[in-house]
């Protein structure tokens, strides 16, 4: 019924202090033991396999496929979608809506024979008016775009409310994580050493930026470096502008830069890496990432910031000889964005941390 990838990802994450780029990630830096990840991903048609038949009917084609529309002012809900443990859910979506119109991402959970949990508001679009619903409840919370339970949970929902035009959603992605899991990330340690070709790209810096913003921009300009990558060239200001969000007052919102992508005509989807050998297949069989690091003063060897809590660059290769290539946006100049930096400590920086990355896709190629 879906398209599922049953992905062997596990991740460490451990605590990080520092003094962040940009506000937005400290809600992401709480400890975590062991766990690991499942993507699910409900693509084009499958997308109306799982909405629930007794309150929505209307489908519309778009490119020879069936895909499931919202009308102005409706809603649509999932059926529950079943899983075996988690805890976290990392939600990420790819909507078409026209000039004007808005829409909200709701999600529930559940457990065993108890109820659906409330509606708990994870994501918005456009200019969304009114109460910003709930975040939180007594099994968990939404941290700006993350799901984090206190308890294990085994299904899902999602809904999603239109406003002053249809939304048409293309692709509906998630990361369902079990933090209790058993595996280690270090194990395929040496998969970061062999050789693979870089991805060249044009480097951005945020620092070249209204001084007003400069600091707090580190993921537009990621953003803004991999939609010119994939062919759509964009001031890394109008893109800043695109993925602000409003209600939080930050630039960084994870599931904002996929949608924001994906306006702009590039589909994607958040991701959460902890093998080097997936991290491998993704460059090798799709390209770049955008990944989310926060590191210690001094843990990260060469890095145009001595600590962050939170910050987003583009890895766009390995060196063969375990150094990682990335374009890192807080470099001071255009020529200096580009940094290698030992595998080990972008392993404790991202993967460890947390290991969440936005994965973005040829668009000739859509979404898959």
């Not at 084609?61 to 988690?86: D, M, N, Q, W, Y």
């Not at 890192?328 to 100049?333: G, S, V, W």
């Amino acid at each position: 019924m879906s398209t599922r990838s049953l992905s062997l990802l596990v991740l460490t994450v451990m605590g990080i202090s520092g003094c962040g780029t940009d506000p937005m990630l400290a809600t992401h830096e709480a400890p975590m033991p062991i766990a690991s990840h499942q993507r699910v991903s409900f693509q084009g048609e499958e997308v109306l396999r799982i909405v629930d038949p007794e309150i929505f009917g209307l489908r519309s084609e778009h490119l020879g496929e069936a895909r499931c529309l919202v009308p102005a002012g409706g809603t649509v809900t999932s059926v529950p979608i079943r899983e075996k443990r988690f805890q976290e859910l990392l939600p990420s979506w790819n909507v078409h809506v026209g000039a004007g119109a808005s829409f909200t991402v709701d999600i529930a959970v559940a457990s065993g024979t108890s109820e659906r949990s409330p509606w708990l508001r994870i994501g918005e679009w456009g200019a969304v008016h009114g109460d910003p619903g709930t975040t939180s409840f007594h099994g968990g919370e939404v941290a700006v775009d993350l799901f984090r339970g206190t308890q294990d949970f085994d299904r899902w929902w999602w809904r999603l409310q239109a406003h002053g035009g249809p939304a048409r959603i293309d692709a509906l992605h998630a990361v369902v994580t079990d933090r209790k899991g058993r595996w280690h990330p270090r194990f395929d340690h040496g998969q970061a050493t062999g050789v693979l070709s870089e991805h060249p790209l044009a480097p951005r810096s945020q620092r070249l930026e209204d001084a007003r913003i400069a600091g707090r921009i580190c993921s537009p300009t990621s953003v803004a470096m991999l939609l010119e990558h994939h062919g759509v060239v964009r001031s890394t200001s109008d893109v800043a502008a695109l993925l602000y969000d409003a209600r939080h007052d930050i630039y960084g919102n994870w599931n904002r830069a996929i949608q924001g992508a994906y306006q702009l005509g590039v589909p994607g989807r958040l991701e959460r890496f902890a093998l080097w050998s997936q991290v491998r297949a993704h460059l090798a069989d799709t390209g770049p990432l955008v990944i989310s690091i926060g590191f210690g003063s001094g843990e990260l060897t060469g890095a145009p910031l001595d600590a962050t809590r939170g910050h987003l660059v583009v890895l766009c290769g390995l060196d063969g000889r375990g150094g990682v290539i990335c374009m890192d946006p807080a470099a001071a100049t255009l020529d200096s964005v580009r940094r290698v930096y030992a595998a080990d400590e972008i392993e404790r920086a991202w993967m460890d941390r947390n290991g969440v990355a936005y994965a973005f896709h040829d668009p000739s190629h859509g979404g898959r």
